[in-house]
């Protein structure tokens, strides 16, 4: 009886070393780019992943759910009023939004 030769199974190092360019092309990227571009980029990404939250609630679970919009809307607004009527910086209204939101889904859950 012969022994079978082991088979030998294709490697995805072409695609791991793509994901790893690219990975790296989008971290530097932002350093060389014109900021219109750069709000391009970020506006394609952004609902980029509103739409795949969408497909996945929607589409695959079926149901109808407009919380990650809402949450992401309530965050806009928020940042945007306390960097208008309040001066804070970018950042600051930033995390100051996230924080907000965070107490309003915990509200919301209990």
């Not at 695609?15 to 060389?32: E, H, Y």
């Not at 992401?72 to 208008?84: D, E, H, K, R």
Request: aromatic fraction near 16%; charged fraction near 10%; glycine fraction near 8%.
């Amino acid at each position: 009886m012969q022994a079978r030769p082991t088979e030998v199974k294709p490697t995805n190092s072409f695609r791991n070393s793509l994901i790893v360019l690219l990975i790296a092309l989008f971290l530097v990227l932002p350093f060389f780019l014109d900021p219109y571009f750069l709000h391009i980029l970020i506006m394609t990404f952004l609902f980029g992943y509103l739409s795949r939250s969408w497909d996945l609630i929607g589409g695959y679970a079926g149901q109808f759910f407009l919380g990650p919009v809402a949450m992401f809307g309530i965050g806009a607004y928020t940042s945007t009023l306390l960097s208008v009527h309040f001066g804070l910086p970018r950042g600051s209204a930033c995390s100051s939004a996230a924080c907000w939101e965070l107490s309003l889904a915990l509200c919301y859950a209990t």
